[in-house]
């Protein structure tokens, strides 16, 4: 796609999940759950802002329409090497094991008709694959034997 290239340069990690949660508290019509950044101030990332913001708009969205009223929604951060782990954990239903190899998959989706395109986790997995990162799922998260994590991995910019 023309244009489609966009310029990778460091990328403030707390902030862009700061205006993403931001973004869906924008929507008083949802149902209310408590967005968690724990990512350090100290974390960039090389991406692109406003894709990275739709990644993360993306993920938090389907958490919350995952996720039991006024539960957590935990996005946690850590530097391993030269790269930088983004965690999403949510305390949803889950995803089943079936539906886990398909779920980045252009239009599937598990939602109600007219609920969702199935188009968010196929455009979520081809932009971080364009950052040159990578996503997995994670469903229950092995701790709590309940929710989904969502894993990206991303390159780590470390300031001068």
């Known amino acids: 796609v023309e244009g489609s290239q966009h310029a990778l340069e460091p990328v403030h990690l707390k902030s862009c999940i700061d205006e993403a949660i931001h973004l869906l508290q924008l929507n008083k019509e949802t149902k209310p759950v408590i967005y ?30 995952a996720s039991p009223k006024h539960s957590p ?14 965690n999403i954990s949510d305390q949803g239903s889950g995803i089943s094991r079936e539906h886990q190899e398909q779920i980045f998959d252009p ?15 196929s455009l979520v997995y081809t932009i971080v694959e ?3 990162g990578h996503i997995t799922v994670e469903s229950p998260i092995e701790e709590t034997q ?3 994590r969502f894993t990206i991995r991303l390159d780590h910019h470390k300031p001068e």
């Open 36 to 65: 968690e950044n724990l990512c350090s101030g100290a974390h960039y990332v090389i991406a692109d802002s406003q894709r990275l913001l739709q990644v993360f708009v993306n993920l938090l969205s389907n958490a919350r329409d």
């Open 73 to 86: 929604i935990t996005i946690d951060c850590s530097i391993s090497g030269a790269h930088v782990f983004i």
């Open 146 to 148: 309940t929710g989904t």
């Open 107 to 121: 239009f599937f989706t598990t939602k109600e008709a007219g609920e969702g395109t199935g188009l968010g986790l």
């Open 130 to 132: 364009e950052l040159n």
